[in-house]
Structure formats: structure tokens, C-alpha cells
């Protein structure tokens, strides 16, 4: 089946700083998701970018895609403590999303 | 408030015994997915359901049960055939499965934890 895979599996950053994360899939998509999830919660939906999009932008969000390279990044400008999370791509199909393992991202202030 | 709620919240079951989880949603989805996380794993797919009375398997369905004879419902079982139980178990629901405009955004549970003893 298709798989996000998330790059770095960990992350550790100062508040301020940018942090950026990065996605590969393995099959045809009809869109690339990023979800977020705190500790022992569900995961929230953060932002979606369709096949035929190549960046998109949602306050300090910024997403790209390169469906030739099959792989996103998730780029969070000027992050806060309260970013600290995990950071999930999912592959979207043409009837489920696939998740990654994500990448976990601690913004220390 | 529009949403999805998972019960319980935290599970304990002994070995043998089958245990099902709730997952209600008020959203008027049609679509509801549940995923099991293992801590390093991600989510991987148990079982989804695109409308009443219809759900498929996902990558990971042995040991597993669902049902969904109402749209708002499609509750869990985890049978005494799952030989590694202890998970956090997640509930979700789109408005369909699949589609590239979004109608495949999921909303998710607060998740139940299951632990076996």
C-alpha cells in the first residue's frame, strides 16, 4: 500500500527558528495531507495540497509538493513552544490516506 | 459541537477476552476509518467504512471486528485472535472516502487506549 514516510524522525529547535519536515510516498496520489498530534490526542488536520498543486500556504504554514519526486515538505515558520508536537504526512488515494510515522517536533523557548 | 467521541477512554482487558470501543461521530460523514498507533508506527489502517452497512479491511484487520448499521456509529471490536492488543486505538471520519478537493480530510477522536494485562 502507499506510505508517508517523514523525515527527520525527531526534530529540536529554538523558538523563533523555522522548522521544516519532509514526506516521501510510494504511489499515485490525489492529494498530500499534514496532520498534527500532541501527545496521547488525536491527530488535527492541518493543511492539504492537491496533486496538481505544487505549494500552498496557511498562516506560518507553508507546503510543497513534488509529485515527480514523490515527496512534501512541511515548512513552520517562526515556531513556538506551543508547536511542539508530532507531524504527520498522509498520502491521499482514491479511497483511504496512508500515514507515515511522523516526525516529532520539540520547540524549546 | 460537531464532532467525534471514542469510548473509553482507557481499556484494560485480559488475555482471552474480546473488548469493543466506541466511536460515535455527528458530523454527517460518510465515511469512518479506524487506525491503530504503536509507539514509532505511525497510524496503520484497521478498518474503514464508506457507507452503512459496508466497511472493508484495511492493511492491518486480523483479530478485528466492525460493524456499521448506522451512519453515526461503527464501533470496534478487538478480538481474542489480535495476539498484540496494546495500542492507541483512533477513530476518524471524512465526509467520503477518497477524492482529491478534501472530502477525504479526516476528523479524528481523542482515541482510547487499550492495554492488556
Known amino acids: 500500500s502507499q506510505q508517508g514516510e517523514e523525515d527527520p524522525q525527531a526534530l529540536s529547535i529554538q523558538e523563533g527558528e523555522n522548522a521544516t519536515m519532509n514526506c516521501s510516498y510510494k504511489?499515485?496520489?490525489?492529494?498530500l495531507q499534514w496532520y498534527r498530534q500532541n501527545s496521547g490526542r488525536g491527530l488535527v488536520h492541518l493543511i492539504l495540497?492537491?496533486?496538481?498543486?505544487r505549494e500552498k500556504h496557511s498562516g506560518r504554514l507553508r507546503v510543497t509538493l513534488d509529485t515527480s519526486k514523490k515527496s512534501s515538505s512541511l515548512l513552520i515558520t517562526a515556531s513556538r513552544a506551543a508547536d511542539t508536537a508530532s507531524y504527520f504526512c498522509?498520502?491521499?488515494?482514491?479511497?483511504?490516506?496512508?500515514f507515515g510515522k511522523g516526525t516529532m517536533l520539540l520547540v524549546s523557548p | 459541537d460537531g464532532g467525534i467521541t471514542q469510548s473509553p477512554k482507557y481499556l484494560f482487558r485480559k488475555e482471552g477476552q474480546n473488548v469493543t470501543l466506541s466511536c460515535e461521530q455527528n458530523?454527517?460523514?460518510?465515511?469512518m476509518y479506524w487506525y491503530r498507533q504503536d509507539p514509532g508506527q505511525g497510524l496503520r489502517l484497521i478498518y474503514y467504512?464508506?457507507?452503512?452497512?459496508?466497511?472493508q479491511k484495511g492493511d492491518i484487520a486480523e483479530g478485528y471486528s466492525v460493524s456499521r448499521e448506522k451512519k453515526e456509529s461503527f464501533p470496534l471490536t478487538v478480538t481474542s485472535a489480535q495476539k498484540n492488543p496494546t495500542a492507541f486505538y483512533l477513530c476518524?471520519?471524512?465526509?467520503?472516502?477518497?477524492?482529491?478537493?478534501?472530502?477525504?480530510?479526516?476528523?479524528f477522536g481523542a482515541g482510547s487506549r487499550l492495554t492488556v494485562l
Open positions: 458530523l454527517n460523514h460518510d465515511a
Open positions: 467504512s464508506q457507507i452503512v452497512n459496508d466497511f
Open positions: 504511489t499515485s496520489i490525489n492529494n
Open positions: 476518524a471520519s471524512s465526509i467520503r472516502a477518497g477524492g482529491a478537493a478534501g472530502a477525504n480530510v479526516l476528523t
Open positions: 495540497i492537491r496533486s496538481n498543486e
Open positions: 498522509a498520502a491521499g488515494g482514491y479511497s483511504t490516506l496512508t
